[in-house]
């Protein structure tokens, strides 16, 4: 055996060794990450971004992807990573925006909404968890392996809007709660494999995950009154139904990626990730709130404890069900380019087009109903076909997207071999030309810029990381209502919308 024969049989021993003594306290540390919390959208339509280093660098990290956090960004990156090393990284996100609705029936009558107000949506902070594992195994030689926990999608955004209709039970709405809301968080379990395949020249990466989605979606829809239209005087031709759905499911996804030392200071990274889609099953909570007029209910003589009765009662209809929906997170393209102009300052530029047309929206099936809160006549096998047909009736909250693109760059500048410094700016191309389905719980249908600047500092073997960013959305205003998908529900809230959001990222990563 040749003395080369030798030390490469040394390293893969040693790389074995270390990967033994240190599998079984990494996993503990791995399983930590597993508690993710709820984050909120930063970039076009609800992707997420994850790493504080690629996040420094406004996304521009796909020719870069030299920490764990390559497993979501360029897995090929891992390859490049000279020793084992774990990350841990906890975003903070504050959402600032105003709502200020203008929905009238007609364009002239009230509607219940909270016209002509300034409305914010709730300010919490959310706080999203995320990490990862790098490690150098003895496979086909030596081969990367990475497990890492991160977000691919999220949106969360709550407000209330909604005051109710004179002469309804819903006068009685609570305003306190989230009537329109959405908290939906993508996140991926992934182990990712790199390996290169050109020495210092080609790497390429895989990630397979296992994805889980959790959806709560609450809305206020106004419904049809089932009630003989020739019977029915405005306001009570609609009829107030808030819902509110929680549940979760499970998927496989995953990307490719590819990173190509162009030359001594050129690198250029491209990934593709295919299109997931999440079967979510959960309960879903009905309440419709009924119009209350007793003129109609005496002219007419509607028997108590009948259909017509109670839909002229202002009682408050309650009743609950099993949902399914399926949430799909789009196929997506990138490529990007990091230039060392010198050993000090590197320029990054990325780009990325996602095909967001593959988000139809969320379209809930309901199943297995729940009594409605209402004595039944004895001797009568179908007493309420009016009410029934109200509640049992599968609600779509459709979006029209567009495909988009996105540009990222990034500058970071190493003063000192232990320190850098970094800044990013991205712009999101709007995911929509069509306002039809814009509503309070998918608002950032408008161009989004994005500034961030960030700090990372090596100290032994240890790196503390923070990044702070800002996301400005183009102001929007949708003036016309619209029922997209011809079921009678008005699927968007006319309205102007302005506001921002705030991050701040901390962060460390360890090597061994």
Request: net charge negative.
């Amino acid at each position: 055996m040749t003395g080369m024969e030798d030390r490469k049989q040394s390293v893969v021993r040693s790389s074995a060794m270390r990967f033994s003594m240190n599998k079984a306290r990494l996993f503990i540390i791995a399983l930590g990450c597993v508690l993710c919390g709820s984050g909120s959208v930063l970039a076009a339509g609800f992707g997420y971004d994850t790493g504080i280093k690629a996040r420094a660098l406004g996304g521009a990290f796909r020719a870069i992807a030299d920490d764990w956090s390559a497993a979501a960004y360029n897995p090929a990156g891992l390859a490049q990573i000279k020793d084992n090393e774990f990350g841990f990284a906890n975003s903070f996100t504050h959402n600032r925006f105003t709502y200020n609705v203008n929905y009238k029936f007609g364009s002239t009558f009230e509607t219940g909404f909270a016209n002509g107000q300034d409305i914010p949506n709730r300010h919490d902070i959310n706080s999203s968890p995320e990490g990862g594992i790098v490690l150098r195994a003895p496979i086909w030689g030596e081969t990367v392996v990475g497990f890492s926990i991160f977000q691919t999608g999220d949106q969360n955004m709550s407000w209330s809007l909604f005051e109710g209709i004179q002469g309804y039970s819903s006068a009685r709405f609570p305003v306190d709660q989230k009537q329109f809301a959405i908290n939906m968080d993508i996140v991926n379990f992934q182990a990712s494999f790199a390996r290169e395949f050109i020495e210092d020249k080609l790497s390429v990466g895989i990630g397979i995950a296992l994805v889980r989605a959790d959806l709560n979606y609450n809305n206020v829809s106004l419904r049809n009154n089932p009630l003989d239209p020739a019977l029915v005087d405005r306001p009570y031709e609609k009829i107030p139904e808030f819902t509110s759905s929680d549940g979760n499911g499970w998927s496989i996804g995953g990307q490719l990626g590819l990173l190509w030392q162009a030359k001594k200071n050129i690198r250029v990274g491209a990934t593709f990730s295919p299109k997931t889609t999440v079967t979510v099953d959960g309960r879903t909570a009905f309440e419709m709130f009924l119009p209350a007029d007793s003129q109609l209910q005496r002219s007419e003589g509607f028997l108590r404890g009948t259909d017509e009765f109670f839909l002229t009662s202002g009682f408050t209809l309650e009743s609950g069900s099993d949902f399914s929906v399926d949430v799909v997170t789009p196929a997506k393209f990138g490529a990007g380019i990091a230039i060392d102009l010198s050993e000090k300052f590197t320029v990054s530029i990325d780009g990325e087009y996602t095909l967001w047309s593959q988000f139809e929206g969320l379209n809930f099936a309901f199943s297995s109903y729940d009594s409605l809160n209402i004595t039944i006549p004895q001797g009568v096998a179908d007493p309420f076909p009016l009410l029934n047909g109200l509640v049992k009736t599968d609600l779509s909250s459709p979006n029209i997207w567009d495909d988009a693109g996105s540009g990222m760059i990034g500058l970071m500048f190493k003063p000192y071999t232990t320190t850098a410094f970094m800044g990013g700016f991205r712009v999101d191309q709007s995911v929509t030309s069509d306002s039809r389905t814009t509503s309070p719980q998918f608002i950032n249908s408008g161009t989004t810029y994005t500034g961030s600047f960030g700090l990372s500092v090596d100290v032994d073997r240890w790196t503390v990381q923070g990044v702070v960013s800002i996301t400005h959305q183009d102001d929007l205003t949708f003036t016309e209502a619209s029922d997209v998908n011809g079921d009678t529900i008005i699927d968007n809230l006319p309205a102007s919308i302005s506001g921002n959001k705030y991050q701040s990222v901390f962060g460390v990563v360890y090597r061994f």
